[in-house]
């Protein structure tokens, strides 16, 4: 076929298709439908259809997507820095913690391993406690185990 008549047929068949209304009808079972030529029988109704917005320049897309990427670094680069921070934060708790079951597990041995238990009075002189002060000491020790070794 001749290219200009090839040309001719497609800008003939693009010029009908760009003014071909949409339309709208319901079937005998309540089924909407939409379509370039209603049924003859069937009333039907023409959709006014919007035209699409004018595309965006290339540069100012260009612009945009490069401010977006630029948002979308910071906000992963202000969570990767919170989360590590947070992390660094359980990391010392946790030390904390162990220090102190490791510090709190030696008294309670110690205590426990003692023969007599004393404290220093305002003098800087040894008194020993009484077994219920031993006792109530112990106790202590008990419950800081309990509260820092988990």
């Not at 023409?46 to 977006?68: H, T």
């Amino acid at each position: 076929m001749n290219t200009r008549m090839v040309l001719f047929l497609l800008l003939g068949w693009s010029s009908l298709a760009a003014g071909a209304g949409v339309y709208k009808w319901v079937d005998e079972q309540g089924r909407v439908h939409y379509g370039e030529r209603p049924p003859e029988r069937i009333q039907a109704q023409e959709m006014q259809i919007k035209e699409a917005p004018p595309d965006v320049s290339p540069v100012e897309d260009e612009a945009a997507r490069g401010d977006k990427t630029q948002r979308l670094l910071r906000a992963f680069d202000e969570e990767r820095a919170q989360k590590k921070e947070l992390q660094q934060k359980s990391r010392e708790e946790q030390e904390k913690r162990q220090r102190n079951c490791a510090l709190a597990r030696d008294r309670l041995r110690r205590y426990q391993n003692a023969s007599s238990l004393y404290n220093l009075d305002k003098q800087g002189e040894r008194r020993t406690l009484s077994d219920a002060e031993r006792s109530a000491s112990e106790q202590r020790a008990q419950q800081d185990v309990a509260r820092w070794c988990d």
